[in-house]
């Protein structure tokens, strides 16, 4: 009898209700513009990477777009490619490479949990955490890829913090140590929720 009430369909919408439900789809050009915006990081990394590439064969056009894409200003010219400007140019491209990732949590968990079923069960590349994927797991990963990104400027900026003044050096620091914070109070409450929704069941 149970399962007999649990098969019934559920009856349909009335016209106002049905309406405010399919406003989500007005989300739909916000995550395809995301996806756009996908395009232009891949574009960019493989630019920056064609640069690297060539700089590392002698190429001075490519080295000096490199420098000026760093930001990476020195009293001595640069003919040739050093350890910092190699490891500032890998810290961007992963910097690219973590934004990539956290615009794919953004697209395929925001698309889930606030618009549509994309019906990934079963499928061999559906991503781990989308399986139990909620607005509360979202943001807490979503605040740990912002913390990685963080962390990433952060370690930039240090590697090049002659082009810095103090101020700024002490101001991404403060700004780091925020997000990590936020990130440990996100999850912090996701865990006392979760135990009070816990208890009620």
Sequence with gaps: MNDEATLKPAPPLRPLPNLIFASRWLQLPLYLGLIAAQGVYVLHFLVELWHLIEAAFGSQTALQALIASIGYKTTAPITSLNETVIMLVVLALIDV???????????????????????????????????????????????????????????????????????????????????????IAIAFTDKIMSGIAERRH
């Design 97 to 183: 490479v973590m934004i990539s990732n956290l615009l794919i949590m953004v697209i395929v968990g925001g698309y889930e949990t606030f618009v549509s079923r994309m019906n990934l069960e079963g499928h061999r590349d559906q991503p781990e955490w989308l399986s139990h994927v909620n607005a509360s797991v979202l943001k807490v990963k979503l605040a740990t890829a912002i913390i990685g990104i963080s962390s990433i400027h952060l370690l930039k900026t240090f590697i090049n913090a002659d082009n810095y003044t103090d101020r700024v050096l002490v101001a991404q620091t403060a700004i780091h140590i925020t997000f990590l914070l936020s990130a």
